[in-house]
């Protein structure tokens, strides 16, 4: 699986958007990028994947280059409650029986939203 | 609420014991992940079974063991416990037939080995 590089911390002022980024320079064609967060202690949350396409959902959206080496989670409203440790994970697609479905983390940004 | 469930939350115990965590998945997920989460490790995925049989093996110590049952709850059975082994350990689940893999984890067991 590609590995990932993301900051080690950010701020972000409340109401506005966090831009999270991440590298995956060796990603492969089929490998999709996921995004999870953890919430102090809680268990991990998922947010988002995509594959090629940007995407979007209720919580976030991502944006993937074109050249698939990188992608930035964009949370466009941030509030307190998104102060978490944000994941960006690369892996490919699950196989019949649900092998390669374990995630790997990193360390993660550790994302502050500040009133 | 993510409809997994774990417990207990909290577990106390001393060195050298053996001691049981249970996970249910959702409803109809087949698939269930174990992951330990310690200050220094991060979170580590353990074990990982579906419908019964292990699936895939992560840095799991032979001093635990882990199983899933014919109603999919499953069971991380640790022991001779050390004080290392003090984590927080989750569960997830994932939906089944699906390539892309969203997993709902659980609130976690914080065990404290004293």
């Known amino acids: 699986d590609a590995k990932t590089t993301q900051p080690t911390s950010m701020d972000c002022a409340e109401g506005r958007a966090a831009n999270l980024p991440c590298n995956h320079s060796?990603?492969?064609?089929?490998?999709?990028v996921y995004w999870y967060r953890q919430i102090h202690s809680q268990g991990p949350q998922y947010i988002i994947h995509g594959l090629k396409n940007n995407e979007t959902n209720e919580m976030a959206s991502l944006i993937i280059t074109e050249d698939r080496k990188s992608s930035t989670l964009i949370l466009p409203h941030a509030t307190l409650r998104d102060t978490a440790v944000y994941y960006c994970i690369v892996r490919g697609p699950m196989n019949y029986g649900g092998s390669q479905g374990n995630l790997i983390f990193g360390k993660g940004t550790k994302l502050s939203v500040k009133p | 609420d993510s409809g997994v469930t774990q417990t207990p939350k909290h577990l106390i115990t001393a060195t050298g014991q053996r001691v049981t965590l249970r996970c249910s998945p959702r409803s109809g997920d087949l698939s269930v992940y174990w992951y330990q989460q310690s200050l220094d490790q991060g979170l580590q995925f353990l074990i990982q079974y579906y419908n019964g049989e292990e699936r895939a093996k992560g840095n799991i110590l032979e001093r635990f063991s882990a199983q899933q049952f014919p109603d999919l709850h499953s069971e991380l059975n640790l022991s001779s416990l050390e004080l290392g082994d003090s984590a927080l350990y989750f569960c997830a689940s994932s939906e089944t037939g699906v390539r892309y893999n969203e997993q709902f984890f659980g609130p976690g067991t914080r065990l404290t080995v004293l």
């Open positions: 060796t990603i492969s064609g089929n490998e999709y």
